[in-house]
């Protein structure tokens, strides 16, 4: 069994806490604080029987060889966000997202989103190194897997109304579409900061 270190077992209590109360939690945290490590200890905690972790391809070596190593060999099952449809009909205790911010993409919901939502999932622990690395409206549709959070809204364009503040720009051969990424930090930001855990390599906030 992995010994975690101490940051990486107070932003685990934090998860832990947010997890048992609203079912959900996003750990976003720098390279290499042990993102994954910390996810496996909650999942640990949380006694949780089937968990689907899905990453990218090249990680799931990795992933799995930390899995081993958190004695959840027969709990997690890990999988790549091309594989997702093939798990649709299974209910899962959790769902752990790696690089969550690959669902991020807005205004319409990309395939990874979609097929997302067809999963059946008790609760959902979201990770990221950057949540939203371009604009912050990429955060809709990652926070649209949790149980709550901006569910009155259903779609991308409802939330903009009250989020974005829409511009124009020029786009190909001088089209003119909408701009939706100029979105409210501060109003988002007080939405979801409750349910944040940031982990640095010294501290978590």
């Known amino acids: 069994m992995i010994e975690l270190r101490s940051y990486q077992q107070a932003a685990a209590d934090r998860i832990e806490n947010l ?40 990680a799931i070596a990795s992933i799995e060889k930390d ?65 939203s690395p371009e604009s912050f409206s990429q955060l809709y549709h990652q926070w649209r897997l949790t149980p709550f959070l901006w569910g009155k809204y259903p779609n991308f364009y409802r939330w903009a109304d009250d989020y974005v503040h829409l511009k124009t720009k020029r786009v190909g051969t001088g089209i003119e579409v909408n701009d939706y990424s100029d979105a409210n930090k501060e109003k988002i930001m007080q939405d979801i900061e409750p349910y944040t855990v940031k982990m640095l390599s010294l501290i978590h906030i």
């Open 67 to 131: 899995r081993d190593a958190m004695g959840l060999t027969g709990v997690v099952t890990v999988i790549n966000f091309e594989q997702i449809h093939k798990w649709e009909t299974i209910h899962w205790d959790a769902l752990i997202l790696d690089e969550a911010h690959g669902v991020g993409a807005f205004p319409k919901p990309s395939k990874r989103f979609k097929d997302l939502c067809r999963i059946k999932y008790e609760q959902i622990l979201l990770l990221s190194g950057t949540p």
């Open 19 to 58: 997890m048992r109360k609203y079912r959900c939690a996003y750990l976003s945290g720098e390279v290499r604080t042990g993102k994954t490590l910390t996810a496996f200890e909650v999942i640990r905690r949380l006694d949780c029987q089937t968990v689907l972790f899905v990453t990218k391809k090249k």
